[in-house]
C-alpha cells in the first residue's frame, strides 16, 4: 500500500512538474538548456540526445535529415495572457559541425521557425530537412530560417562553402554573410571555418519595434560581439503566425558531417540569458582522439588516392589520346565502313615494325588481324590534312568500299586521326605482282599463271568501266597495284586516283595523274582520263607481264629503253617474241603469247579510239574474239616527260611498291 502511494506521488509530481514547465514555456515564454538531459525536445529521423546532454542532429551518415523543437508552439501573434501581441524574439545557442573529411562540408543546420513540425517530404542535402523543390518559395510556409550553411549551392546563389544566411518561405537567402566575427580588441572582423569542428557561438534577435533581424557569431571563448554579423531590415508581421514551434533541422547530403547542439536559450520577453560555457556538455570524446589519429592514417591514404586518380586519371588520358580519332556528323551514314582505331590498333598490335609490309611515300601497310572476326586485313596508313577535301575524299572511298568483285582488292572500310588516315583492306598474302615480275628473288611466275591474271584484272578492268552503277576510272593501273591472292589470283587495288563517272558523261578535265610509262599520251594534252586511257594503262601493264620488265629501263640499249616502242619495232621486224620475258625460258603458248603482246600494242595505240574497250580486250584474251590486224602507224609511245616533282597525296592505294613516281594531284 505505501508502495503504491508512493509510486502514485512520484507519478504526480512528475507530472506535476511537467505542467509547471508547460506553464512557464507559455507564461513566460522563455526556456534555457544547459545540455538537454531529460529535455522533452521533439526529435524527429537521426537526432538524439546523448547521456551527457548533447544534442547530436545528425551523425556522419549521408543523405540524413536530424531535427530538434521545443514541443510547445509560442504565441506570436497573439498573447494569451496579453492582448498585446509582440513578434519579437531572443535567441542563443551553441553548435559544432564535425564533417566527416576535413574540408567539405556536409550541408547545414537552419534555426526555424515554423507553424508545425510535421516536415513531411521535406528533403535533406541542401534542402536542410525543412524544404523540397515544390515547397520552395511558398508563402504559405510561413517559415522563418536562419542557415548555418558548410556547402554552396548555386541553385540558391549561396555565396560560399562557409556562410550564414537568412531565408524567408524559401532557401535563397534574402541576406548572408560569409562567416565572420567582429572583434572589439582587434576592430577588424574575423573570419571563422564552420568545418574546423569548433564549438560556436550564434544569437540571433529580432525587434519588432525596430524591424531589425539581427544574427551574430563568435567563438565559444568570448562574449557578444557588439557588432553583429547580419543586420537586416525585416517586417516578420505577415510571416508569423499565431502559434509557432522553434527549433533545428539539419542535414546531410553526399558528403556528411555531425551536427550538434550544446547549448539553447530563447526568450520572447528579452535579451535571451547568456549561456555559461562551463555547464556544456562535451563533444564526444573519440572526435579528438580519433581525429589525431585517423588524421595520421587519413593523409597517406588521401596522398595515396591521389596518386591512384592521378595515375589512373593519366592513363586514362593517354589511353584516349592513343586511340583518339575524328569522327563528324556526316560520317554517321559510314558507320559500317567505318573502324574504331583501338581494333585497327589492336589488329595490328600497336602498328608494329614487325606486321609492316610495305613503306612507300604516301604511307605504310600494316598487317593485321582484326580483333572481333579474326579475319586477316592489311591497314595502310596514310598522312592527310584532314581539312582539306576530307568529305568527298570519304565518300569516295566509301564508294570503293561498295565496289564487289572477285579481281579487285576489297577495301572493307577506314578511320580516321587527326592528320591520319587509315583504310583498311583484304589481306593479300601473296604480295604485289611486281615483286614477282622483276625481283631475281622471288619464284617465277609461269606463264599459265601470268595469263590468268592477265584474265583477271582485264575482268576486273571491265567491272569498274562498264558493270558498275556509275564509270570508275581507276587511272593508275599497273603491276605494282596488282595484288596476289592466294589462290595466285591478280586482283587490282590502289584506288587512290579513281575518279567516278555517270554512265555517258563526257569526262572532265583533271589533273595529269598517273604513273610516267602508263600514262596514254592524250591525258597530257588534253588533261582529260577516259576509260580509253586505262585501256592504254592496262595495255603496258600487259607488257610488263608479257615481258617481264618496267615500261622503261634507261639502262639498257637505246632502242629498248621504251618497252613498247621496242615491242613495236620487233613486230615489225616479225620477231615480236624476242620481247618475251626471258625467265619464262621459252615455256609459254605461243599463240596466247603473241595475242598479248599484240593486244598490248593495240591498247597503246596513240589514238584512243583505236584502242579496244575492255569489253573487247576480255573477248580477245577469252578467245571470245578474233584480234583486228594491227595498223602500222601509231601504236604508242607512252612515255610523257615528267613537268614537275609531284606532291604524292597518294592516299588510298594499297600497295606494296616503293618504285615508280606518281603524278598526282588531287
Ligand atoms: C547515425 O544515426 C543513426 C540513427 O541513430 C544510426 O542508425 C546510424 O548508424 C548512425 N550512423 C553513424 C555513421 O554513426
Ligand atoms: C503586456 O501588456 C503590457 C501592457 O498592457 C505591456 O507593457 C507589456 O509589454 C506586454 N507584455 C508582452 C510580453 O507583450
Ligand atoms: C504531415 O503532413 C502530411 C501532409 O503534408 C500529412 O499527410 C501527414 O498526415 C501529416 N503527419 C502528421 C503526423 O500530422
Ligand atoms: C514536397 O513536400 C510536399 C509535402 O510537404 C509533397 O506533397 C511534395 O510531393 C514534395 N515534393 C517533392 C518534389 O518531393
Ligand atoms: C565586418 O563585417 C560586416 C558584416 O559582414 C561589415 O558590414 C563590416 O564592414 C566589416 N568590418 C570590417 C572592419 O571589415
Ligand atoms: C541590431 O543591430 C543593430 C546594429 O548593430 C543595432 O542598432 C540594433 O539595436 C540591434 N537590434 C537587436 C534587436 O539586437
Ligand atoms: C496577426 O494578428 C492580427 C490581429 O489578430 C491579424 O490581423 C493578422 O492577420 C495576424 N497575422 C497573421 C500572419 O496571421
Ligand atoms: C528573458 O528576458 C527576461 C527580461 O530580460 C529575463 O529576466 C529572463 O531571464 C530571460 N529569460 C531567458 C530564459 O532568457
Not at 541576406?175 to 565572420?180: E, G, H, K, L
Not at 555517270?502 to 610509262?517: A, F, K, L, Q
Not at 586505262?534 to 610488263?544: I, K
Request: charged share 20%; hydrophobic share 40%; proline share 5%.
Amino acid at each position: 500500500m505505501m508502495v503504491v502511494t508512493f509510486k502514485l506521488l512520484h507519478f504526480l509530481s512528475g507530472l506535476f512538474v511537467s505542467l509547471k514547465l508547460l506553464a512557464l514555456a507559455q507564461e513566460e515564454n522563455q526556456f534555457i538548456y544547459h545540455g538537454f538531459t531529460g529535455a522533452n525536445l521533439l526529435l524527429n529521423d537521426i537526432a538524439k540526445i546523448h547521456p551527457n546532454g548533447l544534442l547530436e542532429l545528425t551523425n556522419t551518415s549521408k543523405h540524413q535529415i536530424g531535427r530538434a523543437f521545443f514541443p510547445f508552439p509560442f504565441q506570436f501573434n497573439t498573447s494569451l495572457f496579453n492582448n498585446s501581441r509582440s513578434l519579437s524574439f531572443s535567441t542563443q545557442f551553441v553548435f559544432a559541425m564535425v564533417p566527416e573529411l576535413p574540408t567539405f562540408g556536409g550541408h547545414g543546420i537552419a534555426f526555424t521557425v515554423s507553424p508545425s513540425v510535421n516536415f513531411t517530404g521535406a528533403l535533406a542535402g541542401r534542402y536542410l530537412g525543412i524544404l523540397n523543390s515544390t515547397t520552395d518559395g511558398l508563402s504559405s510556409n510561413h517559415l522563418l530560417a536562419v542557415e548555418i550553411d558548410a556547402n554552396r549551392n548555386p541553385d540558391f546563389k549561396d555565396i560560399n562553402d562557409n556562410h550564414i544566411g537568412i531565408d524567408l518561405n524559401k532557401l535563397l537567402s534574402i541576406d548572408s554573410a560569409p562567416v565572420t566575427y567582429f572583434s572589439d580588441e582587434e576592430k577588424e572582423n574575423k573570419s571563422l571555418n564552420l568545418k574546423s569542428g569548433k564549438l560556436m557561438h550564434l544569437w540571433i534577435d529580432y525587434d519588432e519595434v525596430e524591424r531589425l533581424l539581427n544574427v551574430t557569431v563568435g567563438p565559444i571563448t568570448r562574449t557578444k560581439p557588439t557588432l553583429p554579423l547580419l543586420s537586416t531590415s525585416l517586417d516578420l508581421s505577415s510571416l508569423m503566425l499565431d502559434s509557432m514551434y522553434v527549433g533545428f533541422s539539419s542535414s546531410t547530403g553526399a558528403v556528411a558531417s555531425s551536427h550538434y547542439i550544446l547549448g539553447w536559450s530563447f526568450n520572447r520577453s528579452g535579451q535571451a540569458q547568456s549561456l555559461d560555457v562551463s555547464k556544456l556538455p562535451s563533444l564526444p570524446p573519440q572526435r579528438k582522439s580519433r581525429r589525431k589519429p585517423s588524421l595520421r592514417i587519413a593523409l597517406p591514404a588521401i596522398a595515396a588516392i591521389i596518386l591512384v586518380l592521378a595515375i589512373s586519371g593519366a592513363v586514362y588520358i593517354i589511353r584516349r589520346k592513343k586511340y583518339e580519332e575524328l569522327r563528324e556528323d556526316w560520317e554517321q551514314e559510314y558507320g559500317p565502313q567505318r573502324f574504331s582505331y583501338k581494333d585497327l590498333y589492336k589488329a595490328t598490335r600497336g602498328f608494329s615494325d614487325r606486321e609492316l609490309l610495305g613503306r612507300g611515300g604516301f604511307g605504310m601497310v600494316y598487317r593485321g588481324v582484326l580483333p572481333s572476326s579474326n579475319k586477316q586485313v592489311a591497314v595502310k596508313k596514310v598522312s592527310h590534312d584532314s581539312r582539306h577535301g576530307i568529305k568527298e575524299f570519304v565518300s569516295e572511298i566509301v564508294s570503293m568500299g561498295r565496289l564487289r568483285h572477285r579481281n579487285l582488292v576489297q577495301l572493307l572500310g577506314y578511320c580516321r586521326r587527326k592528320g591520319e588516315l587509315l583504310l583498311v583492306y583484304d589481306y593479300m598474302p601473296n604480295g604485289s605482282l611486281d615483286k614477282l615480275l622483276f625481283r631475281n628473288d622471288t619464284p617465277i611466275l609461269n606463264w599459265v599463271m601470268r595469263y590468268q591474271i592477265l584474265r583477271g584484272v582485264a575482268s576486273a578492268l571491265l567491272y569498274l568501266h562498264e558493270e558498275w552503277q556509275q564509270v570508275v576510272l581507276h587511272r593508275d593501273v599497273k603491276a605494282s597495284n596488282v595484288l596476289l591472292d592466294a589462290d595466285l589470283n591478280g586482283r587490282l587495288g590502289d584506288f587512290g586516283l579513281a575518279r567516278f563517272q555517270e554512265h555517258g558523261s563526257t569526262p572532265h578535265t583533271t589533273n595529269v595523274v598517273g604513273t610516267i610509262g602508263y600514262l596514254a599520251p592524250e591525258i597530257t594534252r588534253t588533261g582529260k582520263s577516259t576509260t580509253c586511257s586505262d585501256v592504254f594503262s592496262f595495255g603496258t601493264f600487259m607488257l610488263e607481264v608479257a615481258c617481264g620488265r618496267r615500261p622503261v629501263e634507261s639502262e639498257r640499249p637505246p632502242e629498248e629503253v621504251v618497252l613498247v616502242d621496242w615491242v613495236f619495232e620487233c613486230w615489225k621486224r616479225g620477231a615480236i617474241l624476242d620481247t618475251v620475258d626471258p625467265r619464262l625460258e621459252g615455256d609459254y603458248v605461243e599463240e596466247e603469247m603473241e595475242l598479248v603482246l599484240k593486244l598490248c600494242l593495240l591498247c597503246t595505240h596513240r589514238t584512243p579510239s583505236a584502242r579496244p574497250s575492255m569489253r573487247q580486250a576480255v573477248q580477245y584474251l577469252d578467245g571470245n574474239a578474233t584480234l583486228p590486224d594491227l595498223p602500222l602507224q601509231g601504236t604508242g609511245i607512252g612515255l610523257v616527260p615528267v613537268s614537275n616533282e609531284a606532291s604524292r597525296e597518294h592516299v588510298s592505294s594499297y600497295s606494296f611498291s616503293d618504285s615508280e613516281s606518281i603524278l598526282s594531284g588531287r
